[in-house]
Structure formats: C-alpha cells, structure tokens
C-alpha cells in the first residue's frame, strides 16, 4: 500500500485535521523530537486505500541568517552586510523538524501540504518539500505533492479540501524569502551600525539595542509625527455664541450658532449685542429626513485588531494569538484575510443557525432567521480567505476571559453584517434672532436594526426633541459668548497606528502586530491609558535623526513601494532577483550616505542622553592607568575608564561587585564577580579578559575566571577547577570562591550547579585527586558551625565519594537562568546526592588546553 505523508503548522492542527480526516479513527504516536505528534490511518486518498500519516512542524522550519563570521559585530563592517552570503539555517535547532520530517516522508509516496494558507504558509511548504525530499533516495515527483487549502477547521471545509487538492504557489513562497532577506540585510546592517555607534558614547541610553527596520522605522515615524504636531501646536482663543431657549413643554434647548465661531472677540460680541435686543426667537423651519447608519462589512484582520485594541483594550499581538487559538480549536475561520465580502456560496445561513440557541444572542439571531437574513454589503474580494466567520457556537463557560470577549466581538459581528441597517429620523429645527441663524438636531428611532446586536453602537436615547412648528415665538432663557481654545490633537491610538499603517500599505494583516510590539518592547513607545501611544525620547531622538539625514528612512512611501514589489512577485509579475538587487542596491547607498552624516543624529543624543565618562559611579580600577573605571547599571551595564576612553562589556542580568580587591594577574584589572543569586550562576571575571579572552578557549563576552586556562592564576580554571561536568561534555566545574558562604561549584558551559558545605568558612580545591578523577577538596568549618562527623573542623576529600561530604553536596540546576530543557528521563531533576557517573580526568582535559 502507498503511503501519503501530509504536515499541518502545528501540533495541535495536525491532531484537529488527523480526527476530521480519519473520522475520529486516527493512531497517534509522539515524534522523535518530542514535539510534534504522528497520527496514521488507512483511508482514501486521490481513489486509492493509502497510509495516512499526519504531522507538523512548528511554525517556519528554517530562518534566514549570515554565514557564521558575519555574526560577529566586532569583526564585521556593517555595511558587508548588504552583499554578505546568507544561509537557511534551522529556526529551532532543538527540534530537529527537518530531520524529522526527512524520516516520516522517507519513503512516503505523496506529500500532502496542510500549512496555514496564507504567504507564510506557503513559503513552510517549500521549506516542508526540501526536507522531506532530503531522505528520500527517490525524489518525490512534482504530480506527487499537493496543497490542501482551506478557511476554517471544520469538518465541511476540510473534506472539501482533501477533496480539491491544488498545487503550492512558489511565487508567494518567493515573496516571502525576499521579505525575509530584505528585512535581515537593511535592518542588521542600521541596527548594528547605530547600536555600537550610539552605546559606545552615551551612558544613559537605557537600551540594548538601537534597532533600524524598514517597516519598524516608519511606524515609529507615525506615532513620532504626532508627537510632534501635538508640541508645535499653539491653542487659539475663540468664542461661541450660545443661546439657550425654553420650548413649549418648558424644556430648555441650547441651539448651535449659524456661524459657529468667531476668532474675534470683538466682532463676537457685536453678534452678542444683537442678539441681547431680541427676548424671544422665531422658528423658521422644522425639517424631518429618513436617516440610516449602516451595518458593517465583514470583518477582516486588520479590523478586528482595530476594534480589539479601541474597544477590547487588546494589543492587536495579544488579539492575532488569541484568534489563531480560536481558529486552531475550530471556532473561527481563519482570522489572516484582507477580504470584506463573503463568497457567493458562503452558507451565511447555516453558519448563523449554530448561534441561534446562544443565551447571550439567540434572540436577536432566531429574530433574523424569522424576517429573512439581509444579504451583507459589498466588500472588497482579497481572494484569501472568506471574512472572520464564526465556525461553532461557544458558550461564555468553555473560554477562557480574553478569548470570550474576542469570540463575542467576532460573532456579534458576523450577526450585524446579515441584520438590517439602523434607522431614525434627524429633525433639524432652524430658528432666527434678528440677523442671526441657530439651530438644533435630535434624532428618534425608527428600527434599531443592527445595533441591536452591536449594542455598542446604538442612537443615543437622550437626544429627542420637544415639538417646534414654524413660525412660532420661543422665549430666549440666556444668550452669551463662551470663549473656547483650539485642541491639539491627542496621541496616536493603537487602531488610528493600524489604521495609517494600513493606508500606506507598510505592513501586512501577519506583519503589522509584529511591527507594533517591536516599537514597544525596543521602549521606543510606551502604551499609555486607552491604548495610545506616547513615544519615548529614544523613538523621538531616533526619528528626528532619520528626518534630519535621510527623510526617506522614517517615510512610509519607500517601504510601500517594496511591499507593492513583494506582491508583484506574489502574483509572478516581478522577478525575484531582480527586485531584490534593486532594493538591496538602493538601501546600501541610503546606508553609506547614513554613515557619512551620523554627526547630525549625533547632535540630538547629546542633548537627550549624558556622555559615558558623566554616567556610572566608580568601581573598581582600572589595569591600564589604575584609576577607579565607573559603573554604567543602564542596560546594557558596562564599565568605563574615562581616562583611558575605553568600554568594557559585563555579563548582564545579574549582580556585580567588586571581588575582594584582587587583581588579575594578567593584566592588573581589579576583578569582579557576576551572581544571579544564591541559587544560580555566579562566577569571578577579570573585566579586560572578559572582552579580551587571552586563551583560545575562553569565549569572548561568555565566561570569567572559570574558564581562565593560565598555569599559575591562582583565580582561573587550573587552581579551581574540580572535575567535568557530570552533564555537557566540555564543561569543567569550577569552584566559586566569591559565593561564601553560600560555596558553590558551577560548570563553565552549562547550567548545572553544585551547593556544598554551606557556611564554611573555607573551601580550597587540593592538588591530589581523588580514583574517580575529581580533585579533592578541603573544607574547613568555624568550631560552633561544623557539620562534619564528630564536629571536627576540617576535613578533606571528594566531593563525588567521601562518604562524610555526600549530604553536604546538592546537585541541580542554576534557577536564575533561562529554564533547561531536561534530557531523557528527567535525571537532571531529581537531586543527584547519590554516587554520579565517574568524572573524565579533568587534568587530561586541561593538558589538552595547551596543545
Ligand atoms: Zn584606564
Ligand atoms: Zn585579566
Ligand atoms: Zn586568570
Ligand atoms: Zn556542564
Ligand atoms: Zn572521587
């Protein structure tokens, strides 16, 4: 029997589509990797009985990045990075999916391609189709793969799709690796350039990465342009000329003035005389017209994170998780679409019918069946997906708050496109004084058609008006001139950011939530109350830089234009190498000219931000001129001798002090010691070998004095080193004399850590070793403290097989950092107090340090 091998984006679609596809019938087992899930049955495929098998990834198999050396920003001038190789590198290492996905399609015959159907979807096909075809010793014929395309995981949409397969779209693949490569040279090569130029000089720059994207950028731009017109902007006095009458029913109207407002106050109270010699107003007209609001189009993406942020209080990247969650268990179509208009042979009815026993709209839903549903207005056709539709009905019990309240949105949504439009009578009543015209509006409710779902948008009920017949006489209660100033417009909202990144065509439905975090994160804005956003003044230096040498840096119109190319190559009307050198070409030309100016961006950091040798307080001193270097804490912390105008880098988030004084013997910097707290990492570090690694095996910005290979330092790996690590196979644990009382050994490459001896007094590593390898060690207690048998005071021996030590030692991993993915079976959880696999001899290791 063939087999047709088929791979969705993710875990949890592979099993939803594997127990539609197989009618609940599906085996599943876990996957090498852990991760991803295989389900197989036996089923009909294209009129054969084949094996099915379905899996996933998880999300993009491969990312985009230079070639090795060109990582290193020390050793790389930015701007190689515009014509630098690249290579597809595997975007999560640890899950081996290309590995895995070469293993289940080894010898499938047909590969069935389930990803998300959108472009990014369709640039993982390809990288789907490489792999599988990396363990095949036959290549898979292009007549064997298939694309399945599909909306929403129901089991109507994916039978049908299994039902009519199509072929993957390279050109949108293409699309997508353009964008990617575009993105990585242009946004790399600012990003690096700026950063070490601006980190370099100014120790209060409270940030680690000075980043530059092509789409970032511009978006920065709009909020910072408001910023701006809201400081430019001088309030102008003006004055209103407000009258306010009594209606027949004794209710008092104010009325709006003909002429609105006056910018003079003189010829303002002109009118206001005037009018002060007339008691009593005339009216001239009562006019009555049909008025109606109109329900809204289908809902598309960039909608509903407009509507999520203005009206949910959602950051559209919070709102696009939450809909994909909600699609993935099947209750939304897909929520990436451009498109605002259902398809022809949408079965808007059966959909709406799934709501009608709904406690929270069934009413209203069981109202529309009734009257007949109202065909949705026109909108525009992307040829995507159909609009965001619910697919099932949920109750407000089986979701959790945010997912709830976004369902309720999209669902009340759907309901208001196939209800009536509002309507309501406006009446506008026209009176006169003298010369003078006023007058004043209300509505009345005629049918509440679609707000009555969408409750949010309902007619005011407070804004009915008492009776007026022309040519009556109304008394004039008061009438004076109110004096008003001009308003500066407000911050940025998020949806009015959507909104314009919309317009101008930066970004896409996938990309503008990831644009919108960027500026956040990178604390080039920050979210004020009401979802608006106020820029920092990094984003407002960082933009006016821009504006000041290349306007055309901050504009949206050059992205645009990249966007429109990028789709040109979507559609295959533009080739992909031709638009990429032109692009790459144009931005390397921006870049040089960026460099040559970088004087003028200067400028305004100066004014924002103090200068290195003004920041930090004094430390500890320095080898090269032995005054005291300063300690820079904003992020990233560094340290700075202002005498000899150099920059050290630290290890980051942890603690550092000064360690005892001590100097390195090297080079004569006082030394430091790093902690993350007394359950995690710490070590001694010299800050110049830091940065100045003497041994060829001490990595640049990566460890201290535990991986100092000198013979004779008394602080490096020679004197403190114990034996290897019991869990990487380079690692040495070493022992770390600055963690006292609270001694402790951590290896030197990874996270394991091990405590002993707590609180004594001394802890040295001996020069004898023990059978297993390990280097004894000899621990002294204070008299009152010993926890030693017989309470004597000092003893020596290993830490790994003296009986005495065993319940003094405690193995686990350092807490503080990033968490630890544990390996097989858990072994590395539970507390290693027993005997642990012998040590390598770790002398034979370091010999080989110095070959
Ligand atoms: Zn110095
Ligand atoms: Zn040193
Ligand atoms: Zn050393
Ligand atoms: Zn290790
Ligand atoms: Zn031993």
Redesign the pocket.
Known sequence: MKTALMVAEKPSLAASLANILSNGRCTTRKGLNGSCSVHEWVGQFRSETVNLKMTSVCGHVMTLDFIGKYNNWDKVDPAELFSCSTEKKEAVPKLKIPYFLAKEGAHCDYLVLWLDCDKEGENICFEVINAVQQGMHRKLHINDIWRARFSAITEKDIKAALANLIKPNENEAKSVDARQELDLRIGCAFTRYQTKFFQGKYGDLDVSLISYGPCQTPTLGFCVQRHDEIQTFKPDPYWVLQVTVKSSDGQDIVLSWGRVRSFDKEVANMFLSHVKEHDQATVVSVQSTEKSKSRPIALNTVELMRVASSGLGMGPQHAMQIAERLYTQGYISYPRTETTSYPENFDLLSTLKQQQNSPEWGEEVRQIIGTGINRPKKGHDAGDHPPITPMKHATRNELDGDSWRLYDYITRHFIATLARDCRYLSTTVKFEIGMEIFTTTGHSLLSPGYTSILTWQALGSSDTLPKFTPDEKVNIQEAKLVECYTQPPDYLTEAELISLMEKHGIGTDASIPVHINNICIRNYVTVAAGRKLIPTSLGIVLVHGYQKIDPELVLPTMRSAVEEQLNLIALGRADFYAVLQHTVEIFKQKFHYFVQSIEAMDQLFEVSFSPLSASGKAHSRCGKCRRYMKYIQTKPSRMHCAHCNETYNLPQNGNIRIYKELKCPLDDFELLSWSTGTRGKSYTFCPYCYNNPPFRDMKKGMSGCNSCTHPTCPHGMNSNGLSS????D????VLDPSAAPKWKLG??????IIHLFENAHKVTVDTDTCDCGAQLVTVEYKQDKSKLPNEVTEMSGCVFCTAAFVALVEKHRAVASKPVITRGRGHAKSRNRGKPKPPKDKMAQLAAYFV
């Open positions: 690590c019991l869990e990487c380079l690692g040495i644990l290896c030197n490459r990874c996270d394991v």
